[in-house]
């Protein structure tokens, strides 16, 4: 924690760190209390100013899904400081293997759908496919160019389609869903427009639903039901295999050349 006891006092008002959550090379996060308030703060690591992220763009998004009541509530951001503090949801990993797995699908189906039926604010940054181009850059005459050139060529194959690009959390792994009567989704700072099978595929993915479930998730999007194609989404999995492989590996590359960095 000492690290960040500089940056913390810009921090207006009572603030208190108290538990550290997660600690990577992007950034880290811990409990806290803010006026008062129990509430998350994320305070960035400098590899993050070198990845293809805006947190201005993180925050309009929160904003715009606000009254949805599905994220976490803004209190307080410094985007030159790299600090963002929203309120703490207490709640659970949420599980699809108990008596109520139905329900609760469905909810999340739900849900999700709502999210993408969200209008994206217009001038927010273009994450995903900034990323994406990110990336390719890293990797660019290194032995793992030819894995990003496969993944590219299957995402441009998946994309461009004639489905409607949505309002796309774009990283739905377990520790970014809660539930506490309902989901909630955490971690917001890839969103941006995407195709809405990425975020399907990454929960059918990262959950292991079997068709059954997917079929009660499909219930609640209540959407085009060509979406939850199994062989379509096997296909975006497949690209989010690539994806995950490659943000590992790019990540891995900022931190080498942040250690060659003179101090």
Known sequence: MAQFSEKIKSIPGEFSLDQILSSGTIAQVFLCTFNNVRAVTRIDCPAASKLSIDRDSEVKILNSIKNLELAPKVLYQDEPAGILIWEFIPGIKPLFNSGNKEHCLKSLGR??????????????????????????????????????????????ELYFDETPKVLSHNDLNQDNLLWKNKFYFLDWEYASLNHPCFDLASLVNTYKLDPSQIHDLSIGYGGDQELFAMERLKDWIEFIHYLDEIWKISVNIISEQLSDEPD
Do not use: R, W
């Not at 995903?128 to 181009?133: C, R």
């Open 111 to 156: 849900e999700l759908s709502l999210i993408h039926n969200t209008s994206i604010p217009d001038d927010c940054s273009d994450i995903f496919s900034n990323s994406m181009e990110l990336y390719g850059h890293l990797l660019q005459d290194t032995v793992y160019e030819a894995l990003y050139k496969k993944a590219s060529s299957l995402f441009k």
